[in-house]
């Protein structure tokens, strides 16, 4: 079947930011005096809001993040997304085939507005999407495993969630996706389908996704 709107998740899905963000995360915690290794940040933080890195953090230890976390997460971030970020290979061919199709799309993302912006301008992806198409977890009283954000997505692109289908790449966007009444295809690029239980449907390669909406 065709869609209405397909609600791409950012990161990881279209700029290839999870392996540099959680690099950067597990170091940072780790300095801090909380062992993380790369694979335990992608288990735990990979496609949450960064709330979730302090939530967890505090049930498990008993001890807060500092306060100024936040600020210096993102200019790390930031910093090496500027030096290095790329959109994931083939995504531009992807919304090229939406564009001519005449599909709706957005991004519904946990990462807040500036930083969607920041990969954009980095990757080169910033001239595909205008401002009304973006949403961040930041919009929304929950962010994912919560279905708020993509039913955010959806109220304001005016398309039943029916009629939606998701692109995801992490267990939390999947399970927020089946939440909100929305196919999702998952996206194995970082993580194997077996640990993105739910999903419609998973590939591994852009060049398939197009055949999973019902475009080719």
């Excluded at 500092?66 to 531009?92: H, Q, S």
């Amino acid at each position: 079947m065709g869609y209405d709107l397909v609600i791409f998740d950012n990161d990881g899905v279209l700029v290839d930011s999870e392996p540099l963000a959680n690099t950067i995360l597990a170091g940072y915690l780790t300095e801090l005096g909380h062992p993380t290794s790369y694979e335990e940040s992608l288990r735990d933080y990979m496609g949450a809001a960064v709330h979730r890195v302090h939530d967890l953090v505090l049930e498990r230890t008993g001890r807060q993040l500092p306060g100024d976390f936040d600020a210096n997460l993102y200019t790390r971030t930031f910093a090496a997304f500027e030096r290095e970020l790329k959109p994931v290979p083939g995504i531009e061919d992807v919304l090229a085939a939406l564009i001519e199709t005449g599909t709706s799309y957005c991004l519904a993302s946990s990462g807040s507005h500036e930083r969607i912006r920041v990969g954009h301008r980095a990757a080169g992806l910033d001239e595909w999407f205008e401002e009304e198409w973006i949403f961040s977890a930041d919009d929304v009283g929950q962010g994912k495993p919560a279905p708020d954000l993509f039913l955010h997505a959806a109220r304001s692109m005016g398309v039943e969630p029916a009629r939606c289908a998701v692109v995801e790449d992490s267990p939390l966007g999947v399970q927020a996706a089946r939440a909100a009444g929305m196919d999702v295809f998952g996206f194995t690029g970082m993580l194997p389908a077996d640990r993105l239980p739910g999903a419609t449907g998973y590939f591994g390669d852009m060049g398939q996704l197009l055949g999973l909406l019902g475009l080719n």
